[in-house]
T-cell receptor
Framework: EPEVTQTPSHQVTQMGQEVILRCVPISNHLYFYWYRQILGQKVEFLVSFYNNEISEKSEIFDDQFSVERPDGSNFTLKIRSTKLEDSAMYFC????????????FGQGTRLTVV | QKEVEQDPGPLSVPEGAIVSLNCTYSNSAFQYFMWYRQYSRKGPELLMYTYSSGNKEDGRFTAQVDKSSKYISLFIRDSQPSDSATYLCAMSVIGGNQFYFGTGTSLTVIP
């Protein structure tokens, strides 16, 4: 069964450092997303990406965040200067068509900022 | 942001029990309703989705939507220990670009 894969599974970084979280969406999917889940809180939308550009972003997704699909298979989330409050599980998701009904999520990357 | 409310539990039931999980919402523009299951330290896994009021059944799972009351439910019949997980409701608007999640309900099914 096709799946969304994310690497690394766990990343520890020092405050102020840059991190890149990587995702390989399902191969025939066209829409890509990043969500995050701070421990004990809701899963929150960060950004959606279609046709090589951001289609929507939340208030959380400020100038410290960027996304890229560098090679047609990977989808990355970069945080330029991490803060303690960026510690969370980050989930990548992909959808084949425009409908939001069948989004497939990756297993997540746990980011710990120390 | 309190658009989707979900009782976080925890909920503990004996094996074989019927489980009822619920979410309420405030945004009447929500038209798509999903239930995800999330095991510890894993990503959400889609269980069911629906876009109309009424019931939708899939095996032991039934999703129920009442748009007039802005209330959705997931029923699990004959619950199994393997159903132990966190259950997340999620919603979206037509043409929208994001899901709005509930906080998740932690369920434990005791053998």
């Amino acid at each position: 069964e096709p799946e969304v894969t994310q690497t690394p599974s766990h990343q520890v970084t020092q405050m102020g450092q840059e991190v890149i979280l990587r995702c390989v969406p399902i191969s025939n999917h066209l829409y890509f997303y990043w969500y995050r889940q701070i421990l004990g809180q809701k899963v929150e939308f960060l950004v959606s990406f279609y046709n090589n550009e951001i289609s929507e972003k939340s208030e959380i997704f400020d100038d410290q965040f960027s996304v890229e699909r560098p090679d047609g298979s990977n989808f990355t989330l970069k945080i330029r200067s991490t803060k303690l409050e960026d510690s969370a599980m980050y989930f990548c998701a992909s959808i084949r068509t425009g409908g939001l009904t069948e989004a497939f999520f990756g297993q997540g990357t746990r980011l710990t900022v120390v | 942001q309190k658009e989707v409310e979900q009782d976080p539990g925890p909920l503990s039931v004996p094996e074989g029990a019927i489980v009822s999980l619920n979410c309420t919402y405030s945004n009447s523009a929500f038209q798509y309703f999903m239930w995800y299951r999330q095991y510890s330290r894993k990503g959400p896994e889609l269980l069911m989705y629906t876009y109309s009021s009424g019931n939708k059944e899939d095996g032991r799972f039934t999703a129920q939507v009442d748009k007039s009351s802005k209330y959705i439910s997931l029923f699990i019949r004959d619950s199994q220990p393997s159903d132990s997980a966190t259950y997340l409701c999620a919603m979206s608007v037509i043409g929208g670009n994001q899901f709005y999640f509930g906080t998740g309900t932690s369920l434990t099914v005791i053998p």
